[in-house]
């Protein structure tokens, strides 16, 4: 069975490398070298990735799905940490998960009440250093988490994502030479895949 191509190997449990596999399928569309240079980081084959999608969009789809809570802590185990979280004048839980291909990122999902997930990203590691973000320059894929550029470059609006786990941010940055630009941020997971800029400030989109 060792020759079997994956795609006709029996399915095993589903875990964390085949977790990291869906999200770099989501993050392909944006930047497919960044990913493939991380598949193979991680060893495997462009049909593993897929099939890896492929399952998980089919426990997503099961007419009986697993609760998203416990789905991610079945396939993930038990987290690294969680702790009690105010959004606003609610109360939820945050659980983190360390990703090998990501050491100075944790997957974080906030979890309300009777279970239910509020959101799904990945967020800067507890004690890691943030990136410093001071213009347009700094703005590369991968470089950085959504609320560490809200943050960096606030007030920011949010903007509607394209698809689930897809996010957008509109913001005024300086260019290169200290000009500011109106730009659009567009997140996978909660990471940073690419920015345009679309002119002058008052020219920013609105959300």
Not at 86 to 115: I, K, N, T
Not at 146 to 169: I, N, S, V, Y
Request: glycine share 8%; hydrophobic share 40%; net charge neutral.
């Amino acid at each position: 069975m060792g020759d079997m191509p994956p795609e006709k190997r029996p399915a095993g449990p589903f875990t964390p490398l085949h977790f990291q596999l869906v999200l770099l399928r989501r993050m392909a569309d944006h930047n497919p070298d960044l990913v493939e240079d991380a598949r193979r980081e991680l060893g495997v084959t462009l049909a593993e990735m897929r099939e890896a999608n492929k399952r998980w969009q089919a426990m997503l789809r099961s007419p009986r799905p697993r609760p998203a809570a416990s789905r991610y802590r079945s396939v993930l185990g038990t987290p690294e940490s969680t702790r009690a979280r105010r959004v606003g004048d609610l109360d939820c839980e945050a659980w983190q998960w360390p990703l090998p291909l990501w050491p100075d990122l944790r997957f974080e999902v906030l979890v309300g009440d009777r279970g239910a997930v509020w959101t799904e990203w990945l967020v800067r590691a507890p004690g890691a250093p943030a990136p410093a973000l001071r213009s347009l320059d700094d703005l590369t894929p991968w470089s950085c988490t959504l609320d560490e550029a809200a943050r960096a470059f606030a007030p920011a609006r949010p903007l509607q994502g394209t698809a689930p786990t897809r996010w957008g941010l509109a913001f005024t940055a300086p260019d290169g030479g200290g000009v500011p630009r109106a730009v659009t941020a567009e997140f996978t997971w909660g990471l940073l895949q690419r920015t345009a800029t679309t002119g002058t400030p008052d020219q920013a989109p609105s959300a």
